[in-house]
């Protein structure tokens, strides 16, 4: 399968810890996102980058969010000090250049308790 | 952020009728995409639509791009158990920025 994978697909922290987690999107894919999704409610945007580099970040994405995509293949998305309204799906997704259509993984389910 | 009012927000039907949803907005967007997501899973691309008035069909759904570009419907034929989830559509106002509405939650009775 060569869809958009993510790891985990659950964590549950404990508030204040520090979490990770990992996007491998679609191969040959150059741009990837990252969204956030609460219950009853629709992805919203965290930020985006084409092939290494971070084009654009969210209002939502505070200074305890960092993401990176060092080689531009493979994307972490940390959150450093979580708080109980860090508690959401992380969803990856993978893009190729030049068609509008993204395609998401599975997500990631965090809870901060 | 961008507003996409999507409706209804949840449907009860009998297996077997159709299905019509819709998104609008007041903004004029140049991509709509189409989604399912299943609970726990992500959302999986069902339509992606790219030109004003384009109508297009996967199966059993159609779905149209609003010729003024700022709305787009979703419908599902002969609706079966498995259609069971939330359905999202997805706007693309600018470069690489998607929009989602709230979903729509599809119930079916067998």
């Known amino acids: 399968d060569t869809g958009v994978s993510q790891d985990p697909r659950h964590k549950i922290t404990k508030r204040g810890q520090n979490v990770t987690f990992r996007c491998d999107p679609i191969?040959?894919?150059?741009?990837l996102y990252w969204y956030r999704q609460t219950l009853g409610q629709g992805p919203e945007f965290l930020t985006y980058?084409?092939?290494?580099?971070?084009?654009?970040k969210s209002r939502l994405l505070s200074d305890r969010f960092s993401a990176e995509r060092p080689k531009g293949s493979f994307s972490t998305l940390e959150i450093q000090r979580t708080e109980q309204g860090d508690s959401a799906m992380y969803l990856c997704?993978?893009?190729?250049?030049?068609?509008?259509?993204?395609?998401f993984g599975e997500g990631s389910w965090l809870t901060v308790v | 952020g961008q507003q996409l009012n999507q409706s209804p927000q949840s449907m009860f039907i009998q297996e077997g009728e159709d299905v019509s949803m819709n998104c609008t907005s007041s903004?004029?967007?140049?991509?709509w995409l189409w989604y399912k997501q299943d609970p726990g899973e992500g959302p999986v691309l069902l339509i992606a639509?790219?030109?004003?008035?384009e109508l297009t069909s996967n199966g059993r759904l159609t779905a149209q791009f609003g010729i003024t570009r700022k709305d787009s419907f979703l419908n599902i034929s002969a609706s079966i158990p498995s259609d069971v989830g939330i359905y999202f559509c997805?706007?693309?106002?600018?470069?690489?920025?998607?929009?989602f509405g709230s979903g729509t939650k599809l119930n079916v009775k067998p």
């Open positions: 997704a993978s893009s190729l250049g030049g068609l509008d259509t993204i395609y």
């Open positions: 191969s040959e894919h150059n741009r």
């Open positions: 980058f084409q092939n290494e580099a971070q084009l654009e």
């Open positions: 903004s004029i967007f140049n991509t």
């Open positions: 639509l790219y030109k004003a008035g």
């Open positions: 997805a706007g693309q106002l600018s470069f690489n920025k998607f929009y």
